[in-house]
């Protein structure tokens, strides 16, 4: 494969395909919809667009649960469909990479029908099968073999009555684990990579990829205070032998194409030790990592713990980043994904000053060391949706834990605050085109409700527009894409106790460019220091040059 690391400078944007753009009126996003929208990405100035699953899929966790790897779901179109949208994407100069969920199927797969079918079925150790725990009655609680709990709820473990058994499920029960001990797994992953690559994408973001190797003992979990399940730790995450496999996926499928493939592995629990060993060249296995310490900051001890947000706190996490990947491997940056909930309501002020702290998260995003990803909307400044009531959810995660809570004596209205907070569902509303009714997402009933912030924060209304988001995104990725300190120069944090400001450098080569941000809702005065360092530097980013910050502004200095 080519070696040239052409993913430094390059800028992604993921697509959310059943929440993008619906083409035909049944109120879920399709390939043909984003094919119609591809301009926006070009005239965005992005080198690559990730696709969420597209794959046929029951939709238990909307597409991520995958009973056909190597066909499209009808809800989405057709692999015609598919190989027209990776013609246009090439056509633009942009490349294409696919959502690969191999840590787990759906239970809808053929794979494991069959599994589950006998003991004694050829495809019976293609998944993670075992007897109820010793000295208790199968399918009872307490049998389950161990005593791992599901990301959605619940045990891990799912009891089958055709063969007395349990199966693991680390998501839902619907998305059964594959068994990477089995080699005939691994090949059979493999072949469906490379028949991909050949169909012309140009890559993989690999779902959970650092949960694939499990401890075959399966041992049970340290269990915490006050919770009922026990600790996957290094059992799963970073599991015994995820180096191994992810170098032989290497060896299989990338290394004998000569090809510019972008790598991108999501590692849950990732450590900076780790990431370094995922992504360090040498390594050949991904050539970046998904981590996920920022995205934690306002978490306690589960995701629903919601704590306030510190911007201290955020700052420390991406500097830690920062300095442990400068050396060796590469970072992702991201705010947003269609897990998280929008970052303008989660760290910055989607009230008076959205479109100010919108810009301020984009510069910092973009002017750090590594590859910017983009999530659909994150450049419009789309914000959380003002949820009501448990019905306008979807996500399985929001709806399995509002039931397990409420279950389990929470008050609905406590729980519901946490969901509107934290809910995936918040990233998943239609993307907002225009201010008609659907936001020119549908003709039909879309299939979770638009914002109704949409009629002020949509595409029409910032594309071309000075001053908007979307041009602040444009003119940092023209920025990135220009002047090599921003891909190439290191990294380095100025004003590390400020309370409010997020300051760093990127030098290289003789060139420094200098980023200050008031990353707070009050105005802020430049330290000496500051001032003296971007006192008649180029301003390259931003509108004002002097000493004192209005809330949330942010501007980009370069001195050559
Ligand atoms: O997410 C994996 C993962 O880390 C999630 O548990 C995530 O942290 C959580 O949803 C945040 O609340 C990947 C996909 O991105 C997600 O959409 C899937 O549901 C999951 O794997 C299972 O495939």
């Known amino acids: 494969?080519?070696?040239?690391?052409?993913?430094?400078?390059?800028?992604?944007?993921?697509?959310?395909?059943?929440?993008?753009?619906?083409?035909?009126?049944?109120?879920?996003?399709?390939?043909?919809?984003?094919?119609?929208?591809?301009?926006?990405?070009?005239?965005?100035?992005?080198?690559?667009?990730?696709?969420?699953?597209?794959?046929?899929?029951?939709?238990?966790?909307?597409?991520?649960?995958?009973?056909?790897?190597?066909?499209?779901?009808?809800?989405?179109?057709?692999?015609?469909?598919?190989?027209?949208?990776?013609?246009?994407?090439?056509?633009?100069?942009?490349?294409?990479?696919?959502?690969?969920?191999?840590?787990?199927?759906?239970?809808?797969?053929?794979?494991?029908?069959?599994?589950?079918?006998?003991?004694?079925?050829?495809?019976?150790?293609?998944?993670?099968?075992?007897?109820?725990?010793?000295?208790?009655?199968?399918?009872?609680?307490?049998?389950?073999?161990?005593?791992?709990?599901?990301?959605?709820?619940?045990?891990?473990?799912?009891?089958?009555?055709?063969?007395?058994?349990?199966?693991?499920?680390?998501?839902?029960?619907?998305?059964?684990?594959?068994?990477?001990?089995?080699?005939?797994?691994?090949?059979?992953?493999?072949?469906?990579?490379?028949?991909?690559?050949?169909?012309?994408?140009?890559?993989?973001?690999?779902?959970?990829?650092?949960?694939?190797?499990?401890?075959?003992?399966?041992?049970?979990?340290?269990?915490?205070?006050?919770?009922?399940?026990?600790?996957?730790?290094?059992?799963?995450?970073?599991?015994?032998?995820?180096?191994?496999?992810?170098?032989?996926?290497?060896?299989?499928?990338?290394?004998?194409?000569?090809?510019?493939?972008?790598?991108?592995?999501?590692?849950?629990?990732?450590?900076?030790?780790?990431?370094?060993?995922?992504?360090?060249?040498?390594?050949?296995?991904?050539?970046?990592?998904?981590?996920?310490?920022?995205?934690?900051?306002?978490?306690?001890?589960?995701k629903w713990d919601v704590l306030p947000f510190d911007m201290r706190v955020l700052r420390a996490d991406l500097v830690q980043w920062q300095e442990g990947l400068a050396e060796v491997g590469w970072n992702s940056l991201y705010w947003d994904n269609h897990d998280q909930p929008r970052a303008v309501s989660r760290f910055g002020d989607d009230g008076e000053c959205r479109v100010e702290s919108a810009k301020l998260l984009a510069t910092i995003l973009h002017l750090q060391r590594g590859t910017p990803y983009l999530y659909q909307g994150d450049e419009l400044g789309m914000t959380n949706y003002p949820f009501r009531t448990i019905e306008e959810f979807d996500d399985i995660e929001s709806v399995n834990y509002f039931h397990e809570s409420v279950r389990q004596g929470e008050d609905p209205d406590d729980v519901l605050a946490r969901l509107r907070a934290m809910s995936r569902d918040n990233a998943r509303t239609p993307m907002q085109w225009d201010d008609s009714p659907q936001a020119g997402f549908t003709t039909g009933t879309p299939w979770l409700a638009v914002n109704p912030n949409h009629v002020e924060i949509n595409a029409a209304r910032q594309v071309g527009v000075p001053g908007s988001v979307f041009e602040h995104h444009r003119a940092l990725i023209a920025l990135r894409h220009e002047e090599p300190a921003v891909v190439h120069g290191d990294f380095t944090m100025l004003v590390p106790d400020d309370d409010q400001l997020f300051a760093f450098t990127r030098r290289h080569e003789g060139t420094e460019m200098v980023v200050v941000a008031n990353f707070s809702g009050k105005p802020a005065e430049l330290p000496g220091v500051l001032a003296d360092r971007c006192e008649g530097a180029e301003l390259v980013i931003g509108d004002r040059t002097s000493t004192d910050l209005l809330p949330w502004e942010s501007r980009v200095y370069r001195r050559a």
């Open 1 to 302: 494969m080519t070696e040239t690391e052409w993913w430094r400078s390059a800028v992604v944007y993921q697509i959310y395909p059943r929440s993008f753009a619906d083409s035909n009126g049944d109120g879920v996003g399709d390939l043909d919809g984003i094919r119609g929208h591809l301009d926006h990405l070009a005239t965005l100035g992005v080198d690559v667009v990730w696709l969420s699953p597209v794959y046929r899929s029951p939709m238990d966790d909307n597409g991520y649960d995958i009973s056909d790897y190597q066909n499209i779901d009808p809800l989405f179109g057709s692999l015609a469909d598919l190989d027209a949208l990776v013609d246009e994407v090439h056509a633009r100069g942009m490349k294409l990479v696919m959502d690969l969920v191999v840590n787990h199927t759906s239970d809808e797969h053929p794979w494991f029908t069959e599994s589950r079918s006998s003991k004694d079925n050829p495809k019976r150790d293609w998944y993670w099968w075992r007897p109820a725990r010793d000295g208790t009655v199968p399918g009872e609680p307490g049998s389950e073999p161990n005593n791992w709990g599901s990301f959605f709820s619940g045990s891990a473990w799912e009891y089958d009555e055709t063969t007395g058994e349990y199966y693991l499920h680390l998501f839902s029960r619907k998305q059964p684990d594959l068994n990477w001990e089995n080699p005939e797994v691994r090949q059979a992953v493999y072949s469906m990579m490379s028949w991909w690559l050949a169909r012309g994408i140009d890559g993989f973001r690999m779902d959970v990829i650092n949960l694939i190797s499990k401890d075959p003992a399966l041992p049970d979990g340290e269990v915490r205070p006050g919770e009922e399940h026990g600790q996957l730790g290094r059992s799963v995450i970073d599991g015994p032998r995820v180096h191994e496999f992810l170098a032989e996926m290497h060896r299989e499928v990338f290394a004998p194409l000569d090809r510019e493939l972008l790598l991108v592995g999501e590692t849950p629990g990732v450590t900076i030790e780790e990431a370094r060993k995922y992504t360090d060249p040498a390594s050949r296995e991904v050539d970046m990592v998904f981590q996920f310490d920022h995205v934690q900051v306002d978490r306690g001890a589960s």
